[in-house]
């Protein structure tokens, strides 16, 4: 199993919504990153990516479908897609992988559905569900009702693609849960467990 970042943009998030208590005033650099699990019969997306972003100065901006082009591979080459949550730049693009099944936690589905096509295959799952053999999306709860992260095992190690319950590595190094929110506690609880040392946090919007 390999996991690809994919990088297609890059902008400015105020630190208050990277940190909490962060500075309003203060603005820090950020990426906007999807990833790609290949397997031997799957091709997998962490996300969909966005081609707009309403409020934000995109800097270097290619998109999702042709940063994924870049890497010769095709929105129809796409078998999954795990959606961590329902914002806009998590779930924008998921109608361009027509072949592939939708995967998004239940509290996430009524508002990511306005960027799933009617006819397509989507599991709702509750809380946790198994992918395919060492990768299970694991709902978190901190950033929005149901965000979820994807858990991945290869080699002996396991790997967290973290969505959005965190930004930059600086949160989990200093222990500083996110600035954006839905429930405090859970996004604390995200950042004292998976900033322990045992995992690889793979990040959305960090280099």
Do not use: W
């Not at 799957?42 to 934000?56: K, Q």
Request: hydrophobic letters at 35%.
């Amino acid at each position: 199993m390999e996991i690809i970042p994919v990088k297609y943009a890059e902008s400015l998030l105020p630190e208050s919504m990277i940190f909490e208590n962060g500075d309003q005033n203060k603005l820090r650099p950020i990426v906007f990153k999807i990833y790609l699990i290949k397997s031997e019969n799957r091709n997998i997306l962490v996300d969909a990516g966005c081609e707009t972003m309403p409020g934000f100065d995109m800097k270097n901006f290619s998109g999702p479908i042709k940063a994924l082009e870049k890497i010769k591979v095709l929105p129809d080459d796409i078998t999954d897609v795990i959606l961590t949550h329902a914002h806009h730049d998590h779930a924008a693009c998921a109608g361009y992988f027509k072949n592939a099944v939708i995967h998004i936690e239940k509290d996430e589905y009524r508002d990511a559905a306005k960027y799933i096509p009617a006819d397509f295959k989507v599991n709702v799952f509750c809380d946790e569900f198994t992918l395919c053999e060492n990768l299970r999306i694991i709902k978190i709860g901190g950033h929005s009702k149901g965000s979820c992260v994807a858990e991945i095992k290869k080699d002996g190690a396991v790997f967290i693609i973290a969505g959005d319950e965190c930004y930059l590595r600086e949160c989990l190094d200093k222990k500083i849960p996110t600035g954006c929110s839905f429930c405090p506690e859970k996004s604390k609880e995200f950042i004292e467990k998976y900033g322990s040392g045992s995992y690889n946090v793979l990040l959305c919007h960090d280099e």
